[in-house]
């Protein structure tokens, strides 16, 4: 074969532009850390990872509404543990009244027990972070009314957080449930009024009636905060399943999208030694000619 | 005449010389001129003048300076130059287009997780103002994400649009002075200057250098073939054409119209190489990816409007559209429709300041899609990853098709083109050859020197 300079000088530069090509790209591998930057280096790759990076996205919402969602439930689990607290004290000022009292004693009693209602009204419309716990998807407070007349004034919406891919956990309970508020019943609320009214009044069944009253009041409420401990543990399992699920997410995405650096700073190594060598050899090759060997 | 006749013949040596340097001068001359053809010096015994002893042989006669040329690599450079022509075009104009979309970083991909994102913050406290902003300012993003590929494809193919223009304008002066050399060859090449009775001319070789040059150009643009007659002239065909681009000296120039199309003589045509990459892509690739991008953001605009139809704002009303678009312009015209934050329906109409159902379902759109279809997300993952396929595609069989390129070009190269060693062996040859000519002078010169001046002298 015959070999012209034109040749000899258009192949020499194009072997020099490839090695050069692939020089630049072994060092933005290593540079960026990057093995697909355009979708078409990895068609196949590339939708792993937009599935994959789709998927984290969702997974990290998904740890924030867990977040969410447990400050909730601890909030609404403690105000429920001072409702209980608060009915144990009404029972137990109950016993007393069941029992022969003065009347400054039975009213001192009623007494308790009216500041304890007034409590328990506090809690029940108590909110976080500008929104009540206990109304449901109402914004107003919970429990309204006075003596005699006990209503729930909030509605019976359902806050959930989704926690899992199809995982919606309830957060909230109402303060109709936990208080036992039904359209025809002041629940808790008129238990206390009746109470301390018959107390006060010197009834003798008022005492044990109120007992009875208490006793209930307080299943109620531990219904509710065993079904608030069922949903928090029950976020707090989702939560931690989440982070397994992220980190399973981040390495499989780093394994399609990142480059192996000790093989990318390889293939710099490899490419570098190519390219210095191409152009030595250009240089050694070019110049001479018989020109320089003719005197 | 014996006695001179030598003198003659190394005249003649002296004088292919002098031809033979001249000739191998300009080859070096012109080693790095584009499209030139290293010529070479024809030469022919002159006829023997014949004497009792036999025929004796009269010197060398210079008959032509020819190129060198292999028109068998011509056709095989030309045909590979149309094909890397189109398919580098096409490639080069897809990894633009897909660059534009900016995946898997700054894509729509990103910006509708950000949505998402944005709706699952409204659920968790959808009464408040900050949250309602956020998804707002989410809805902007995508839609100008959206609307900024709709006018980076815009002006990609505007650019198309001016380099196809441009490319055909070339194209077409170069078939006007193709046909110009058809009308000077011929009168230059010696048979026909010849038998019509001209002055002998030589090979053209200049007008042939600049005709192949030309017919190379028009394949790598084109995709153009070329015949050429025995007069030199030569008739450019394009397939499926009406007519012959060039005809002796008759041209059909080629016009485009303003919605990219081609025609010849009025009638279209579909063109390959660099012309009918370009074609290609305004008329079939691109309008092809918005027709797709289109789809999805007509479905993404009304899965969303129909999910957020199903709530209420906080003040009871049902939703309105979140996003519009003039329809079949989608990825230029996108927006958002809504624009008083309170008017988001969060809620599900049940009721309630805090009502998250409709932020919560339209949160669930992320994954989930209410037709049973594939969600909005992956259907655009397909849509991105249908565009990687098919740049992929290209940059294969534009490289592909470039290695082809390069070897059909080096073969002609090496079959055409000068090689400086060679010319310096043909320099060092000629000078030899003239020196030894000129020494035949001297020599013959001497010999008639004695038999002038040394005979002949017995009778003074």
Request: aromatic residues 4%; hydrophobic residues 40%; without cysteine.
């Amino acid at each position: 074969m015959r070999v012209t300079s034109e040749m000899m000088i258009s192949q020499s530069l194009q072997r020099l532009s490839t090695r050069l090509l692939r020089y630049e790209r072994a060092q933005s591998d290593v540079a960026t850390g990057k093995r697909i930057r355009t979708p078409s280096d990895d068609p196949a790759g590339a939708s792993r990872a937009l599935t994959l990076r789709a998927s984290q996205r969702a997974r990290e919402q998904e740890s924030r509404n867990a977040d969410d969602a447990l400050g909730w439930l601890g909030i609404s689990a403690s105000q429920l543990q001072s409702a209980v607290d608060r009915l144990q004290r009404a029972r137990d000022l109950s016993v007393r009244a069941a029992s022969t009292l003065s009347a400054s004693e039975r009213s001192a009693i009623a007494q308790e027990l009216e500041s304890i209602q007034t409590e328990l009204v506090g809690l029940a419309n108590s909110s976080y972070r500008g929104r009540p716990l206990f109304a449901g998807f109402a914004g107003g407070p919970a429990v309204s009314g006075g003596p005699g007349a006990w209503s729930y004034s909030g509605d019976t919406g359902e806050i959930t957080r989704r926690v899992g891919e199809r995982e919606g956990v309830r957060i909230n309970v109402t303060a109709a449930e936990v208080f036992g508020l039904t359209p025809t019943d002041g629940g808790v609320f008129a238990r206390l009024d009746e109470a301390a009214a018959g107390i006060r009044a010197g009834d003798t069944t008022a005492g044990t009636d109120a007992i009875a009253a208490m006793d209930e009041a307080i299943r109620l409420v531990s219904d509710s905060q065993a079904r608030l401990g069922a949903n928090t543990n029950w976020v707090e399992s989702a939560q931690l399943r989440g982070q397994e699920v992220l980190q399973a997410i981040r390495v499989e995405l780093s394994e399609v999208e990142d480059v192996d650096l000790a093989e990318a700073m390889m293939d710099l190594q490899t490419q570098q030694v190519a390219y210095e060598a191409t152009l030595r050899a250009l240089a050694r090759a070019l110049p001479p000619s018989l020109v320089t060997f003719l005197s | 005449m014996a006695s001179f006749l030598s003198l003659q013949t190394a005249l003649s040596g002296i004088r292919a010389a002098q031809v033979g340097l001249d000739t191998a001068s300009h080859n070096i001359a012109n080693a790095g001129t584009v499209g030139y053809t290293r010529q070479r010096v024809l030469l022919a015994q002159r006829s023997p003048f014949t004497s009792v002893v036999g025929q004796i042989g009269t010197g060398v006669d210079v008959t032509g300076i020819e190129r060198t040329r292999d028109t068998f690599l011509d056709g095989r450079a030309r045909s590979s130059a149309a094909e890397f022509g189109r398919t580098g075009t096409k490639a080069e104009l897809l990894s633009r287009a897909e660059a534009i979309l900016g995946e898997p970083d700054q894509g729509l991909s990103a910006t509708l997780g950000t949505l998402w994102d944005a709706f699952e913050d409204l659920a968790l406290d959808p009464s408040s103002a900050a949250g309602r902003r956020q998804v707002l300012s989410a809805l902007g993003g995508l839609s100008g994400r959206a609307r900024s590929i709709g006018s980076g494809w815009a002006s990609l193919a505007d650019d198309a649009g001016v380099d196809l223009r441009a490319t055909t304008d070339e194209v077409n002066a170069s078939l006007a002075r193709l046909g110009e050399l058809n009308r000077l060859i011929p009168r230059a090449q010696p048979s026909t200057a010849q038998s019509s009775g001209g002055q002998f001319g030589g090979q053209p070789n200049q007008l042939l250098d600049e005709r192949d040059r030309l017919l190379d150009e028009l394949s790598a643009s084109l995709g153009a073939s070329s015949r050429l007659a025995a007069d030199g002239s030569v008739t450019v065909t394009l397939a499926g054409a009406p007519a012959d681009l060039v005809a002796g000296q008759t041209i059909n120039t080629i016009t485009v119209t303003a919605d990219h199309r081609l025609s010849v003589a009025g009638q279209e045509v579909s063109v390959g190489g660099r012309v009918g990459g370009l074609q290609g892509f305004l008329l079939t690739d691109l309008p092809a990816q918005r027709a797709q991008l289109d789809a999805f953001l007509g479905e993404l605009v009304s899965t969303l409007n129909t999910q957020h139809a199903a709530g209420t704002d906080p003040a009871g009303a049902a939703g309105g559209p979140l996003l519009a678009f003039t329809p079949g312009l989608a990825i230029t015209d996108l927006r958002v429709a809504i624009t008083d934050p309170d008017l988001l329906a969060a809620g599900d109409g049940s009721g309630g300041d805090h009502n998250d159902r409709n932020a919560q379902a339209l949160a669930a759109l992320r994954g989930t899609s209410p037709d049973g279809q594939p969600s909005i997300g992956s259907r655009l993952s397909q849509f991105v990853i249908g565009l990687a396929g098919e740049v992929r595609t290209a940059v294969g069989q534009a490289d592909s098709h470039r290695l082809l390129n390069v070897a059909a070009t080096s073969a002609r190269s090496s079959a055409h083109g000068v090689s400086l060693d060679e010319e310096m062996v043909a320099l060092v040859q000629w000078q030899r050859s003239l020196e030894a000519a000129a020494r035949v002078m001297t020599t013959v010169d001497e010999a008639l020197q004695v038999l002038i001046n040394r005979t002949g002298i017995v009778g003074r």
